[in-house]
C-alpha cells in the first residue's frame, strides 16, 4: 500500500460520522418481536416485509393450508404442524359469528393462528381465524410473528434473522417501513465454503476477532507423464491466518487479515528440499457506506476481489472501490494494482474494472463486466529474455443462479479478450456452461452436473493477431456444486487455465451426512487448435503440436463440515490419463491432497 492510499485512508477515518435523523436505521437483535412476511422455499424464508411488533403472550404463524389430518388432530401450514385440541378457539375472518372444526378446513384456505411450540416447527394452535376466499396479494405468503432467535450471515453475506426455527433471508427488496436494514459487513474465511461465523467479540462488538489455522499435505505423481523418469513431487503447508474488524460505527469499519506459512517442496529430479517461510499482509482496508447519504460504498485498500465461480478474479489487490447499490441492482467500479512481490506474470500491472449486477431474486444475479489491465514492465537487464507485457481488455457477462426451489443450479460465464500481447493483437472469445440437479427427496440428496468451458485457439501464431482466449491472471476457477467443498471444476490435477482448450465435464455427487459430500467428475481436454504448449496447467510436459486430443481426468473429491464443530476437512484424488498430443505411449498421472481447516 503506498503512502497516498495510507493518507487518504486516515483522513477518512477522521471524517465525524454523519448524523441524520431521518434515517431511522433499525436494527433486530435477539429478542426483537417482529413480523416477516416471504415465501417459503422449503430451506429459507425470502422476506418481502419486515415490520417490528409491540410484545405480545402468544406467537402468531399466517399462512396457507397444505394438508389436514383430522385422525391424528393436526394440519400443516408451510414447515409447521398445528395441533389442533378441544380447547382451540376456530373463527371465520368474515363472520364472527361463524365457526369452523378441523374437519371442514380445506387444503388452500389461509389461517391465522396464535399459539406457543411444544416442540420445533410442532405448533399448538389456541385460536385459528379462517379465511375461505384470501385475496389474491396473500398467495404464496407465510408470515410469521415472533422474537428474533439470532442473526446469521449467509454465503453471500446477506443477513439471516431466524424467527420461529426459520432462517428468514433479509435481501435488498425487503420492505421495511421506517428504516432500512443494511447488511452487516462481515469478512468470512471461505465465503464459497460457507464457513458459519466463528469469531470472537469484544469490546461491546466493535472488535471482532477470528482466526485459522491450516494444513495441506499434496502429492504429485508423474505429471510428465512417463515412468522412465523421476517427475513425482510432494508439498507441504502449515499457515495460521488472522482477522480483526473493527467497527467504528453502523457505516464504517476497518478490515485486516494476515497470515504467517510455512511450507517445503520435495521433487525427484531436485537435489534439494525446498522450504520457505512467508508472512504477509492479504488484506487491510478501509470501509465506508451511505457516502453523501446516497447508497454509495467505498472500500480503499488491500482487498479480496472474489466472485461466485472465481472464473474472471479470486485475488487480493490493492485497490479503490466504489460500490453503488439500490434495490436489485448494483454497479462497482474500481482501480487495483498489486504493491509488494506479486508473481512475475502478474508484475507492474493495474486495472480498472466495472461491473454491473441485477439480482432478480436469491441466488439469482446476472452481471455485466469491463476489465481492462494495463501492464508496463520496465527493463530488466539481469533477465536474458525480456518478459512481453500483456494488456487485455475484457467484455463478459456472467449469469448464476438457481430454480426449481433450489433443486436446479446454472453457471454461464463468458467474455470476448482484446488488447495487446507483446507485439501481437489479442482477440478471444471463452465461455464456461454448467448446470447442477439436485434430487432433494431422495437419500443423500445426490446431484448430477455438467458442463462445457471452451477458449479459442490461435490458427496462424504468425498473423499478427492473438487468438488464444485467456483468464484474467487472477482467477482460481474454484466452486462446488451442490456439496460440502469447492474445488477446482476444472479439474484438481491438470487445474487448466481456460486458454485455446475445449473442456467437457460430467458428474456426480451425494451428501451421506448433512456435513459431508462426495464428488466424482469426469473431464475430457481438447485443444481447440494444436499447439506445443498449454498456457498454464500443472502439467511438466507440453503437447506435440500436431494433435489436439490432450486426454481425461478423473477426480474424488470428499468433504466434511463442522468435524468436532471447528474443523473442515477435504480429500481430493486426480487421475489423468494423456491423449494423442502427449505421443504415442504416454504414462498416467496422479495427484492426490487431505487438507484440515480448523476456524477458532
Known amino acids: 500500500m503506498n503512502i497516498n492510499m495510507i493518507l487518504v485512508t486516515f483522513l477518512l ?201 491450516y494444513y495441506e499435505f499434496e502429492e504429485r505423481n508423474n505429471l510428465d507423464l512417463s515412468d522412465l523418469d523421476q517427475a513425482d513431487r510432494t508439498d507441504k503447508e502449515w499457515s495460521i491466518s488472522l482477522q480483526a474488524l473493527w467497527s467504528i460505527d453502523e457505516d464504517r469499519f476497518i478490515f485486516g487479515k494476515g497470515r504467517s506459512k510455512s511450507s517445503t517442496t520435495d ?61 436489485p441492482y448494483s454497479v462497482e467500479a474500481s482501480w487495483s494494482t498489486f504493491f509488494g512481490d506479486p508473481p512475475v506474470e502478474l508484475k507492474d500491472r493495474h486495472q480498472h474494472i466495472l461491473v454491473g449486477t441485477y439480482r432478480p431474486e436469491s441466488k439469482t444475479q446476472h452481471s455485466l463486466y469491463i476489465i481492462d489491465v494495463i501492464q508496463d514492465r520496465e527493463f530488466d537487464p539481469e533477465l536474458t529474455v525480456q518478459l512481453p507485457n500483456e494488456s487485455p481488455f475484457f467484455i463478459g457477462l456472467q449469469s448464476h443462479g438457481r430454480t426449481m426451489g433450489g433443486d436446479l443450479r446454472w453457471w454461464a460465464d463468458a467474455a470476448y479478450v482484446a488488447g495487446v500481447s507483446g507485439f501481437d493483437e489479442i482477440s478471444a472469445f471463452g465461455f464456461d456452461l454448467k448446470a447442477a440437479r439436485r434430487f432433494g427427496d431422495l437419500w443423500g440428496k445426490p446431484y448430477v452436473f455438467g458442463g462445457w468451458a471452451w477458449g479459442s485457439g490461435d490458427d496462424d501464431p504468425d498473423d499478427g493477431t ?48 448433512e456435513n459431508t459430500s462426495v464428488d466424482i467428475a469426469f473431464h475430457q481436454y481438447n485443444q481447440v487448435e494444436p499447439a506445443d504448449f498449454l498456457r498454464r496447467s500443472r502439467l511438466k510436459i507440453s503437447p506435440n503440436g500436431i494433435d489436439s486430443e490432450l486426454g481425461t481426468e478423473i477426480d474424488l473429491v470428499i468433504g466434511l463440515n463442522d468435524v468436532f464443530d471447528q474443523l473442515d476437512m477435504e480429500f481430493e484424488v486426480g487421475f489423468f490419463q494423456p491423449g494423442d498430443a502427449f505421443g504415442t505411449n504416454p504414462d498416467s498421472g496422479w495427484f492426490s491432497s487431505i487438507q484440515f481447516k480448523y476456524y477458532f
Open 13 to 213: 477515518l477522521g471524517q465525524s460520522a454523519e448524523s441524520d435523523d431521518s434515517k431511522n436505521e433499525i436494527q433486530f437483535p435477539a429478542g426483537t418481536r417482529v413480523e416477516v412476511d416471504g415465501r417459503f422455499d422449503g430451506e429459507v424464508l425470502e422476506a418481502v416485509k419486515l415490520v417490528r411488533e409491540e410484545d405480545d403472550d402468544y406467537l402468531e404463524i399466517k399462512g396457507f393450508v397444505d394438508a389436514v389430518y383430522t385422525d391424528q388432530s393436526q394440519m400443516k401450514v408451510g414447515p409447521f404442524t398445528i395441533l389442533i385440541d378441544e380447547e382451540t378457539d376456530f373463527d371465520d375472518s368474515e363472520d364472527d359469528e361463524e365457526s369452523h372444526e378441523l374437519d371442514e378446513i380445506q387444503i388452500g384456505w389461509r389461517v391465522e393462528i396464535e399459539g406457543e411450540f411444544v416442540s420445533p416447527l410442532v405448533f399448538k394452535a389456541i385460536e385459528v381465524e379462517v379465511e375461505t376466499s384470501p385475496s389474491e396479494r396473500k398467495i404464496g405468503l407465510l408470515e410469521l410473528e415472533g422474537y428474533v432467535e439470532a442473526q446469521e450471515i449467509d454465503e453471500d453475506g446477506v443477513p439471516i434473522l431466524i424467527i420461529h426455527g426459520i432462517p428468514c433471508r433479509i435481501g435488498n427488496s425487503t420492505e421495511i417501513p421506517g428504516g432500512v436494514f443494511r447488511k452487516i459487513a462481515k469478512p468470512l474465511y471461505d465465503r464459497d465454503e460457507r464457513r458459519p461465523n466463528s469469531r470472537r467479540s469484544y469490546l461491546d462488538g466493535r472488535l471482532g476477532l477470528a482466526g485459522r489455522l
Open 267 to 327: 521433487e525427484d529430479d531436485e537435489a534439494v528440499t525446498l522450504s520457505e517461510e512467508d508472512l504477509g499482509l492479504e488484506e487491510l482496508y478501509y470501509f465506508q457506506r451511505g457516502i453523501g447519504g446516497y447508497p454509495i460504498s467505498l472500500q480503499i485498500g488491500r482487498m479480496d476481489f472474489d466472485e461466485g465461480r472465481e472464473w474472471f478474479y479470486d485475488s487480493s489487490l490493492d485497490a479503490v472501490r466504489l460500490i453503488w447499490e439500490e434495490g
Open 466 to 513: 492473438d487468438n488464444n482466449f485467456r483468464q484474467t491472471g487472477y482467477q482460481d476457477n474454484n466452486s462446488r456444486y451442490f456439496g460440502i467443498s469447492s474445488y477446482r471444476y476444472l479439474g484438481v490435477l491438470l487445474r487448466p487455465e481456460l486458454s485455446n482448450m475445449s473442456i467437457l465435464t460430467l458428474g456426480a455427487g451425494f451428501l451421506p451426512r
